[in-house]
């Protein structure tokens, strides 16, 4: 069983919106998370939910950016609005079972492989 299935991205013009979303099959009460890497640069932290309801947001995207939980914490969820071309990447749903805490900016720090779960990764691609 895959443990993160990420659905919802596609190609949008800047301005636009998309929700993300991640089906969850690990343990919820972990500290979960969207990444992100576009060609070229470093992977980065977007946002970062705990499982008090604590949120961390990347500069780049607070205002803009959502993420949230169903209550069975079973879905994970991205909320993108008002997009531009550098949001074009490729999006990854975490959960991480270190010592990170989902509304303190370490959660946005990507986790080491021993201590995380990663999704496959759904394409989002903003044009201008």
């Known amino acids: 069983q895959v443990p993160l299935v990420e659905s919802g991205g596609g190609s949008v013009q800047a301005g636009g919106s998309l929700r993300l979303s991640c089906a969850v099959s690990v343990y919820s009460n972990l500290c979960m998370g969207w990444f992100r890497q576009a060609p070229g640069k470093k992977r980065e932290g977007v946002a970062a939910?705990?499982?008090?309801?604590?949120?961390s947001y990347a500069d780049s995207v607070k205002g803009r950016f959502t993420i949230s939980k169903d209550n069975a914490g079973t879905t994970l969820y991205l909320q993108m609005s008002s997009l531009k071309p550098e949001d074009t990447a490729m999006y990854y749903c975490v959960a991480r079972h270190d010592k990170a805490y989902g509304g303190s900016p370490d959660s946005l720090v990507p986790p080491p492989p021993d201590s995380s779960y990663w999704g496959q990764g759904t394409q989002v691609t903003v044009s201008s």
């Open positions: 939910i705990d499982t008090d309801g604590s949120t």
